[in-house]
């Protein structure tokens, strides 16, 4: 597939990582084992650390990005943006499980991730690849919460929203992220206000 | 003091609360012990179930309000909203460990909570009383990951931005919530897209 968003497509130091996710956008789960993939859709996810960097996602038992996840130890979160609101509620709603191509069938496209087997989403404007971290006591947040934590392996972002370790005031209204209400309804990121450094 | 927004405050009903966190808000953390009160910025706050409502948050050992929580073991989360931009940092930037009213400081008033000893902050549009999880997997990822899982108590929202279980499109400019970008800037909630249902 040809990739015409990818000239703007560049690597994120990873001690910059956690910005990517620190407003709280709405992200895409992908994960691929054994010659299967899939994507999912996921508001309940944040950054949980610097550097190393590392996030924590919320993923249902009942969803197959999971199986694949388990199977695998890792996984991509790619930030959907306003062109893709109806692609992320997409893949959010239907189960990858029964589908032959469910990025398809979202109206989705992909590319090969860096450090890991799962596929970048293509026209995202940021994208971070996730190894999970593995212990008795992550496995039980797993069961008990459905929450995963994993270290940020390798990031990236599209330039015309994120440059220089920020996000851009100037970025266009369609490469806004989405931020999930619920029921498919987004807000979309606004304008940037800076408050006042506070006196000490 | 005079609590000029309190008749716009509301009750949420508990399987709705989740809503209040779920498009990624920075939030206010405040907590209370043994006479002592304070209150700090997190961004990496988010929603981990629906009912009974869980919430789970980032709360780094070297704040004073960590120290209430593990003490009181609740907590309370407030959302700020664009007035209060200027206080969100301050209160992200300022320690209360050596301040007689940080909250003052900030120039944050606070209220009663309903269930909890940790007050809650005028001026925000939604509010959850929060009370700790504890058991021996929590406490682990307290220590190595400063993640504390809560279960919410009860909550409440200003109706002017949230009514019948959901963010309204058309609330005022000057009650949108925050989004921290870094630094200071914020990204302001914008406008509200509604996404095409997909065929199944």
Request: hydrophobic residues 45%; contains cysteine.
């Amino acid at each position: 597939m040809t990739d015409i968003a990818s000239s703007y497509r560049r690597g994120v130091p990873l001690p910059q990582a956690y910005r990517l996710l620190n407003h709280g956008p709405t992200v895409l789960v992908s994960a691929a084992h054994g010659g299967r993939r899939n994507v999912m859709a996921a508001a309940w996810a944040m950054p949980l650390d610097f550097d190393p960097p590392k996030v924590t996602v919320v993923i249902d038992k009942n969803t197959f990005t999971r199986t694949l996840i388990e199977a695998s130890g890792s996984f991509a979160l790619s930030v959907p943006c306003r062109v893709l609101a109806d692609a992320t509620y997409a893949a959010g709603s239907l189960s990858g499980a029964e589908r032959s191509d469910k990025f398809a069938d979202c109206g989705l496209a992909h590319f090969t991730a860096q450090r890991i087997e799962a596929p970048l989403i293509e026209g995202c404007v940021a994208w971070l690849e996730c190894r999970v971290i593995a212990g008795p006591h992550e496995h039980h947040h797993q069961q008990a919460y459905d929450l995963f934590v994993a270290e940020v392996l390798a990031a990236q972002a599209d330039e015309r929203v994120f440059a220089d370790g920020r996000w851009r005031a100037d970025s266009p209204p369609e490469l806004r992220t989405l931020h999930h209400q619920g029921g498919g309804a987004f807000f979309v990121a606004g304008e940037t206000v800076q408050a006042k450094k506070p006196a000490a």
